[in-house]
């Protein structure tokens, strides 16, 4: 499964706060979900670091797209972790306000960001946990991963 075909109601995506459809996993769901995708980012205008947005899903299997900014890894100095726990919150925030069911997460900010995936993945389970109790109707989420080096850090915070 990929960020661009999972089963769920909508995929966040990480999105750089001033070239939306650039590499990574944004480039991904850009491609896949066509030129309607980037025109719409285009007219809701920037997402600070940490923020969310949506939009719609366009060609992808997903009918939302939720759009955040990771941090940039820093050392750890610079709030990323709290930065990165934002993402994820407000990336439920949204889900909630939009009464959405799914989402499926990519690792935010283990990619060209440099957030060390085994400090990240507790990160993203934590949180989402927690948000669950604030939005119950969100009934499935989904860690999706590039590489088998971003998913080992999840599947030992999940015990899968």
């Known amino acids: 499964m990929s960020a661009t075909s999972p089963r769920s109601r909508s995929t966040p ?16 769901i850009h491609r896949a979900a066509g030129a309607e995708l980037l025109a719409e980012c285009i007219r809701i205008g920037g997402c600070p670091t940490g923020e969310a947005r949506i939009t719609k899903g366009y060609r992808l299997l997903a009918k939302h797209v939720i759009h955040t900014v990771g941090p940039v890894w820093r050392g750890g ?36 960001y440099g957030f060390p995936p085994d400090r990240a993945a507790p990160i993203a389970v934590e949180t989402v946990r927690a948000g669950h ?28």
């Not at 995506?13 to 991904?28: E, Q, R």
């Not at 930065?83 to 989402?103: D, E, G």
């Not at 604030?134 to 999940?158: G, H, K, M, N, Q």
């Open 13 to 28: 995506s990480s999105t750089p706060p001033t070239k939306p459809g650039g590499g990574g996993v944004d480039g991904a």
């Open 77 to 112: 100095g610079a709030d990323e972790e709290e930065l990165l726990a934002s993402c994820y919150r407000n990336s439920m925030l949204l889900a909630r306000t939009h009464r959405l069911t799914s989402l499926a997460f990519p690792a935010i900010s283990t990619g060209i």
């Open 133 to 160: 109790f604030e939005a119950p109707e969100i009934s499935r989420v989904i860690f999706c991963c590039f590489s088998e080096s971003s998913a080992a850090p999840y599947r030992t915070v999940l015990g899968a």
